[in-house]
């Protein structure tokens, strides 16, 4: 599976943030822009799973990459936690090339090139978080940091008949 950035609806975000503590909403009334799902897409358990990048912030720099948590060198990092699974044509292919902004479409093509170089460690834990998630329930604190698949399982084949 060849890896490439993609945005996720926004609608979509909004209908599953009330069923997902751990993901963040698009967009808060204080805030002037929406927050952006660019992220990567993966095949887990017949699924296409979402997972978001997020800003790298000063405290990622101490911290350790783990089965749920990877790095983007400095650019970005992966929750694997955060995953969620989005219908077919709930997301949208980011042609980096397109990108007018140069600053960011340089950052965009650094951290592509990172998530390819980790592309099997990000497969492999994906599928780690995802089985651990599922025979844990709540029990452990990877456990209790994760998406609950199964129920975003059930309402993301739900979203389409709402």
């Known amino acids: 599976m060849n890896l490439k950035f993609y945005e996720v609806d926004s609608t979509y975000i909004d209908y599953l943030s009330q069923f997902a503590e751990h993901l963040f909403r698009n967009a808060r009334r204080e805030q002037q822009n929406s927050r952006k799902y660019i992220g990567i897409i993966l095949e887990v358990n017949g699924f296409k799973y979402f997972v978001p990048l997020s800003s790298f912030k000063p405290k990622h720099k101490k911290m350790q990459e783990t ?69 844990n329930g709540e029990k452990t604190p990877l456990a209790r940091r994760t998406n609950d698949f199964a129920l975003l399982e059930k309402v993301c084949g739900d979203y389409g008949n709402k």
């Open 67 to 135: 089965t749920d948590f990877i790095k983007i060198k400095d650019y970005a990092v992966l929750n694997i936690n955060n995953m969620l699974p989005v219908p077919d044509g709930l997301y949208e292919y980011v042609d980096i090339n397109a990108v007018k902004d140069l600053r960011y479409k340089s950052l965009l093509q650094a951290e592509y090139r990172e998530i390819k170089r980790k592309r099997d460690l990000i497969l492999k834990n994906a599928k780690i978080v995802y089985t651990h998630k599922l025979k």
